[in-house]
Nanobody, 126 residues
Framework: QVQLVESGGGLVQAGDSLRLSCAAS????????MGWFRQAPGKEREFVGF???????NIADSLKGRFTISRDNAKNTVYLQMNSLKPEDTAVYYC????????????????????WGQGTQVTVSS
């Protein structure tokens, strides 16, 4: 049974940084890609970024330059580093494991993902 657990969210001010973590269990973590999504109140779930197991990443165009994704296979953990946060970044952030790994381009639709974490709330005040 795969389990994804996000952590690291919180209330910050505009311009601050946060690093979210996604701890995975139940599968050989290093063999799989991982995606990040977010969902703001009243909005659809939005693709944030993706990291292939080989190390390449794909960040949504609107977030490039502020958000990065890294992973620590020894800890079975993927990280979402968010810098220069803005109030519009306020959302629940989710990590997700895709149905199939190794696909290009990065899967941006939420139905391309098999497992999801419970989400972690990020609130950015102005």
């Amino acid at each position: 049974q795969v389990q994804l657990v996000e952590s690291g969210g919180g209330l910050v001010q505009a311009g601050d940084s946060l690093r979210l973590s996604c701890a995975a269990s139940g599968r050989t973590f290093s063999s799989y890609d991982m995606g990040w999504f977010r969902q703001a109140p009243g909005k659809e779930r939005e693709f944030v970024g993706f990291r292939w197991k080989g190390g390449n990443t794909n960040i949504a165009d609107s977030l490039k330059g502020r958000f990065t994704i890294s992973r620590d296979n020894a800890k079975n953990t993927v990280y979402l580093q968010m810098n220069s946060l803005k109030p519009e970044d306020t959302a629940v952030y989710y990590c997700a494991l895709p149905w199939y790994s190794g696909r290009y381009p990065a899967p941006v639709a939420s139905n391309r993902y098999e497992y999801w974490g419970q989400g972690t709330q990020v609130t950015v005040s102005s």
